[in-house]
């Protein structure tokens, strides 16, 4: 798989202000790759130095293969881009929203107004196509958003926070929308956000970041394995223990945290807890269920954040 | 270039500025006094009351400022009533500025919207992010203000001569509008002021986030109008054929000078980091 975007020791100042220190990947042809941190963490800053709209301090950026500093032009004819904020003119209509950027990509009357039609079909916009943007609902705002962003056909889709101001439904209905146009066209797609659902559930790779600097980086599994915070097995009790778990009760318990019905046990391994239930049936405990929790892209992410704080003091 | 481009972005500026009621009011209202009220209130006036409404105008500063004027203007008034006289003073003479007000007023208003803005709805990255060069939007930035800007002021210049022409034929009996002055002031000066109100507005906008803040900060060049105007009123200038192509020159140099500067300056990075401080 070739790459489409790379980065290679890229750093961006602000004044005086380090907003990315001295980063570096890829992203590779048809991958959803995700960029996650919190607000200020360098995310829109990445896309629009990939873009070409900055100038980078060091480093060097290829996208498609050139060098947004000097073809941001033909980059940005190749990508298309949903901002943060929707970015709509909100006193024309869809049709003409569409139309505008339309041409200013360059494409064929004809040709453009047959791809309008068909990404307002697809984004189920048809029916308010000639109504003023101004009168859409925040969701149906975004979806023309990502219409607009897709209209080119862009090799390239690049993703700022596309459900940060949308109820769980309108962002249940955008996260279907980016995995149909994924699945049917074979995007790339650059995902910024700061919603680690929306990274666990849309992307292939994730990149962590904070205040600029790289945490992170590769599948979530991969992540899982690097970064797990420990493997953790819920006991539910039918009633108390009378007995105690401690670490020594039996070999590969890290962690314990009883209450009256409930254990919480942190295990080294997988096989420490088939020991673990047989301990605790040694005690006469009645077991209502033993659950191996899922570590989370939030665990690794909370647990990477509180690092890097850490490590900033 | 791709002037195909330019006209786009142009059309599309004009169409929002047309939507925009704090962008047509003003537009709007201006010509409504300028070219219908006051001139068709001073003609009633003139046909209603006769020579007893000349007697207003009879006082001595008007005869002072009679006796100031240039033999060009002489010579327009020779052989005219004392009624006649006032009609072609006042509408024919010291109107002349209020059309240069019009073209600064239009153009930036509109260069206001077009510029400040697209940047504080935030439209403009969507903008940004689009192949066009940062010379293509510029300009269609640019002439979405100077087209209309200068259309309109024509347009009201026609009416100009609609109104005075018609409601004026009971006292001077012919055609008599526009006078010869008027000719470089409205197809040479009225387009340099036009192009000098967008420079402004465009370098203003720059520092500004709010279309008010900019309409506000660059409509502080009417004050070199109203000089104008103060200027023809007192007679210290008259702004014969002659004086409107010089001044027609020194704007546009102005104009055209601040307008090199402000392309210069003007690139995508400034535009999103001005938007965001």
């Known amino acids: 798989m070739e790459n489409v975007i790379s980065i290679q020791q890229l750093t961006h100042r602000f004044g005086d202000r380090e907003a990315l220190k001295d980063l570096s990947y890829e992203v590779m042809q048809g991958e959803v790759f995700a960029l996650l ?45 949903l901002t943060e904020t929707n970015a709509l003119y909100e006193r024309l209509t869809a049709r003409e929203n569409l139309r505008f950027f339309g041409t200013l990509y360059g494409l064929p009357e004809s040709v453009l107004l047959k791809k309008i039609d068909e990404v307002l079909s697809f984004f189920a916009l048809e029916a308010r196509a000639d109504d003023r943007v101004d009168t859409y609902s925040k969701g149906m705002k975004q979806r023309l958003a990502l219409a607009r962003a897709l209209l080119t056909e862009p090799r390239i889709l690049f993703l700022d926070e596309p459900t940060s101001s949308l109820d769980p439904e309108s962002a ?35 990149a962590i970041l904070n205040s600029g600097k790289l945490l992170a980086l590769g599948t979530l599994d991969e992540l899982k394995k690097k970064y797990n915070p420990g493997l953790w097995v819920e006991v539910k009790l039918m009633e108390p223990l009378k007995g105690k778990i401690t670490g020594n009760t039996c070999r590969g318990l890290l962690k314990v945290e009883q209450s009256a019905v409930q254990l919480k046990v942190q295990v080294e391994e997988e096989d420490a807890i088939p020991a673990l239930v047989t301990a605790l049936v040694g005690q006469n405990a009645r077991i209502l269920g033993v659950e191996q929790q899922r570590v989370t892209l939030e665990d690794i992410y909370f647990k990477l954040q509180e690092n890097a704080r850490e490590g900033a003091k | 270039m791709n002037w195909k481009i330019i006209f786009t972005i ?16 003003p537009i709007l209202i201006v010509p409504i006094f300028f070219i219908l009220l006051i001139p068709l209130s001073l003609i009633i006036g003139l046909i209603v009351g006769g020579p007893d409404a000349v007697n207003f105008f009879n006082d001595p500063d008007l005869v002072t400022f009679l006796e ?16 006649q006289s006032i009609l072609v003073l006042v509408l024919g003479y010291m109107f002349a500025p209020f059309f240069l007000i019009m073209p600064l007023m239009y153009s930036t208003v509109i260069a206001s919207e077009s510029f400040a803005g697209e940047k504080e709805r935030k439209t403009v ?16 930035k640019v002439m979405a203000s100077f087209i209309p800007a200068v259309g309109i002021t024509w347009a009201c210049f026609l009416g100009y001569i609609i109104v005075l022409n018609a409601a004026g034929w009971p006292l001077m009996h012919h055609l ?22 967008i420079a402004v507005t465009v370098l203003i906008s720059s520092k500004v986030n709010t279309f008010m803040g900019a309409y506000q900060s660059s409509a502080s060049l009417v004050v070199l109008v109203l000089a104008l105007l103060v200027g023809q009123i007192t007679g210290v200038l008259y702004l014969s054929a002659i004086v409107g192509l010089l001044l027609g020159v020194v704007i546009w140099i102005a104009g055209i000078v601040l307008m090199v500067y402000a392309i210069r300056t003007f690139n995508r990075e400034k535009l999103l980091v001005s938007s965001i401080s």
């Open chain 1, 37 to 81: 941190g919190p607000n200020g963490a360098g995310k829109t800053t990445t896309i629009r130095l990939l873009n070409g709209l900055y100038t980078p301090a060091q480093g060097s950026i290829r996208v498609l293969g050139m060098d947004p500093g000097s073809h941001g032009g033909e980059i940005r004819r190749q990508t298309g881009v």
């Open chain 1, 172 to 206: 249940l209905q955008v996260h279907e929308l980016i995995e149909s146009i994924r699945q049917n066209d074979g995007h790339t797609v650059f995902l910024c956000t700061h919603r680690l659902e929306e990274a666990e559930r849309l992307a292939d790779r994730v």
């Open chain 2, 10 to 25: 142009a059309k599309k500026d004009i169409t929002e500025a047309r939507q925009n009621r704090s962008v047509w009011l």
């Open chain 2, 68 to 83: 100031k004027m240039p033999p060009v203007m002489s010579q327009v008034l020779q052989g005219l009533d004392s009624v």
């Open chain 2, 125 to 140: 990255e969507a903008l940004l992010y689009t192949p066009v060069s940062d010379t293509e939007l510029f300009i269609g």
């Open chain 2, 176 to 197: 008599w509008f526009p006078l010869i002055n008027w000719y470089p002031l409205i197809l040479w000066v009225s387009p340099a002021i036009s192009l000098l109100g």
